[in-house]
């Protein structure tokens, strides 16, 4: 009997699989945008080869990541490799190259957290921020996108993890919410410990792909065009994930305890990492262990009013998935 319903449940949570890839379709930018983000490129490029003939420039976050919406801005950081460079005197300067080539908005924030320039391109309409050697974020951008590749359901579900979480406002963290980058290594990690697995852990493989950056180590396997049938063998579908995930982080998941990690494909103790009391402004309320900056907690911007937030909002998202006769519209509606 509880085979039958089981199999009931599962042929009704079905029935929206159809409206969920619509909405994950309508996600997606279009090809040209890509192609304006190029153009975009090759004109920093170009400009930035000329005064800084070894420095290279990469994209990063969500324009390279493969989990980018239409209209993002996108993320560029310049990576020289200089032992004494003054990131404060290069922004100034690039932002003099870039003012003086009719880039507009031009506006270095020396002072920022992460330093930055922004600018906006009048040609393609694209505004940008680029950043001076965060080689970890063009890194991690990378183990992004490649785990995109391995199985297409990671998409689905990623674009409409944020998607939900822009339309609740708990993707600010500034307000004490999680940012992109930490929804994605969630949907990640959901999809490793289905069984059987969606992906694999590529950090726990051979690596085919090493980096030093800042003295982390960053070795992965990246030959992810071999792994292209991995999860084949596993037949849930978007709305039975988009359901198992919110579930999982409404109902599932212990808060006090654990740390999700997609390093090591597991779930790991707070106590052997030593999250389990708050320093500083390190609360580790919900705990995500960035994969190659693993004293970083994606977590840590959260504190004990916004967990209250997020909490019930995977709540209202779980019961959405449970009962509602229409959770593709539902789930989104606006906070
Ligand atoms: N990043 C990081 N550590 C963080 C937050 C972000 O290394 N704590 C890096 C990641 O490389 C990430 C990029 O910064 O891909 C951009 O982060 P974020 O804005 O959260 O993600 P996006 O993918 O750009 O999403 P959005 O569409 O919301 O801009
Ligand atoms: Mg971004």
Not at 70 to 94: Q, R, T, Y
Not at 284 to 306: A, M, Q
Request: proline residues 4%; neutral net charge; charged residues 25%.
């Amino acid at each position: 009997r509880n085979v039958k319903r089981y199999m009931a449940c599962r042929n009704d949570i079905r029935r929206h699989d159809a409206p969920f890839i619509a909405v994950y379709k309508s996600l997606i930018p279009a090809e040209e945008e890509l192609e304006k983000q190029k153009q975009l490129m090759a004109k920093l490029d170009n400009l930035v080869a000329n005064e800084w003939p070894n420095a290279k420039l990469y994209l990063y976050g969500s324009c390279a990541n493969s989990f980018g919406f239409p209209k993002s801005d996108i993320d560029v950081c310049l990576a020289i490799e200089d032992d004494d460079v003054n990131k404060s005197e290069m922004l100034l300067k690039l932002a003099d190259i870039l003012e003086s080539n009719d880039f507009q908005n031009v506006q270095a924030l020396t002072r920022a957290r992460v330093p930055i320039v922004k600018l906006m391109d009048p040609v393609t309409g694209i505004s940008c921020d680029i950043c001076i050697n965060n080689v970890l974020a063009v890194v991690n951008t990378k183990l992004l996108r490649d785990y995109s590749q391995i199985d297409g359901r990671l998409r689905q579900l990623a674009f409409i993890v944020k998607h939900w979480a822009k339309s609740r406002k708990v993707n600010e963290t500034y307000q004490g919410t999680l940012s992109s980058y930490a929804y994605v290594l969630m949907c990640i990690h959901y999809l490793q410990l289905r069984s059987p697995p969606i992906l694999p852990c590529l950090q726990e493989m051979e690596p085919t792909y090493s980096v030093r950056v800042d003295n982390i180590r960053c070795a992965y396997f990246d030959n992810v065009e071999r792994l292209s049938t991995f999860g084949s063998s596993n037949r849930e579908t978007i709305a039975e994930l988009v359901w198992g995930f919110f579930n999982y982080w409404a109902y599932g998941h212990d808060y006090a305890n654990t740390v999700v990690s997609v390093r090591t494909g597991s779930i790991l103790g707070k106590r052997e990492k030593d999250w389990t009391r708050r320093v500083g402004n390190d609360r580790h309320l919900i705990c995500i262990e960035d994969p190659f900056e693993t004293s970083h907690d994606l977590g840590r911007v959260v504190d004990k009013f916004s967990i209250r937030v997020l909490r019930e909002e995977f709540e209202r998202a779980a019961k959405i998935m449970h009962q509602d006769p229409n959770p593709s519209a539902k789930l989104f509606e606006p906070y």
